[in-house]
């Protein structure tokens, strides 16, 4: 007898499944976003929009059950991960690697040439883990988050090269 496993990733601590959220993932996700400080907190209206949303990406991390998600949007050229969030049991277990990993390869294959997104100025943790995937800092936003007030510090990770000039 043959016992398949799902793939572990170097950066887990286990078997862990990527896939598209779905909307029995909602209490999830809502669950998810109000035991994360730093995501954006949106309502359950945008979360049950978002699943059915065109040109949005909405995954899920789990294991036997959800321990992060991360949501993208595409718009041509350019893709923006607009929130993210990882269960406290989940954090420094390499969950939002794979996330923000699965969303860049998918940006990818949609033809998409770069990847941006924004966080608070205190994030390190999430600071150091977009840095470490390539991210470049590439501006601020002023006093952009509020409870408590914090600058967002801008990112932007080019996934394509670009179109050869002609000459």
Known sequence: MVFLRAPVSPWCNGPMQ????TPADLPALLALDRGAPTAAHWS???YQRLLSEAG???LVIEDRYVQG???ARGLGPEWEIENIAIANSGQRR???RRLVEEVLDRAQTHGAQAVFLEVRESNRAARGLYSSLGFVESGRRQSY???PEEDAVMYKKIVAAAAPESY
């Open 94 to 96: 390499g969950l939002g």
């Open 69 to 71: 998600f991360v949501v």
């Open 56 to 58: 949005r990406v909405t």
């Open 44 to 46: 359950e209206s945008d």
């Open 18 to 21: 990527v896939r598209p959220a």
């Open 145 to 147: 988050y509020r409870n």
